[in-house]
Nanobody, 127 residues
Framework: QAQLVESGGGLVQAGDSLRLSCAAS????????LGWFRQAPGKEREGVSC????????FYGDSVKGRFTIARGNDKNTVYLQMNNLKPEDTAVYYC????????????????????WGQGTQVTVSS
């Protein structure tokens, strides 16, 4: 069964860094767009970042540009989200996702374009 498994979340202080990992189990991420999303209590799920495996393009939400970096692992079956200079407003459950019929471009963060989702990992940033 195809699965995405996130890890790396935790409780940190403002200004700290975390690296989230997302590993595919039982299948290959080779032809998928790989995304990170987050959802805070009472808010809608929002796109954080995305990597297009076909051409290497990356996309970032405005609130994380310059602080977060998405990258694919050397094994090609893992995707990372390096988060630097974390802020309390980054507190959320973070989900990775993979989409083969991904919309791309300005619609990169549209959740309906992703076919598989992980279970989420909690990131809490204290002030």
């Amino acid at each position: 069964q195809a699965q995405l498994v996130e890890s790396g979340g935790g409780l940190v202080q403002a200004g700290d860094s975390l690296r989230l990992s997302c590993a595919a189990s039982g299948w290959s991420l080779g032809f998928y767009a790989l995304g990170w999303f987050r959802q805070a209590p009472g808010k809608e799920r929002e796109g954080v970042s995305c990597l297009s495996t076909s051409d290497g393009r990356t996309f970032y939400g405005d609130s994380v540009k310059g602080r977060f970096t998405i990258a694919r692992g050397n094994d090609k079956n893992t995707v990372y989200l390096q988060m630097n200079n974390l802020k309390p407003e980054d507190t959320a459950v973070y989900y990775c996702a993979a989409g083969i019929n991904w919309y791309g471009g300005s619609r990169w963060a549209q959740t309906s374009g992703y076919d598989y989702w992980g279970q989420g990992t909690q990131v809490t940033v204290s002030s």
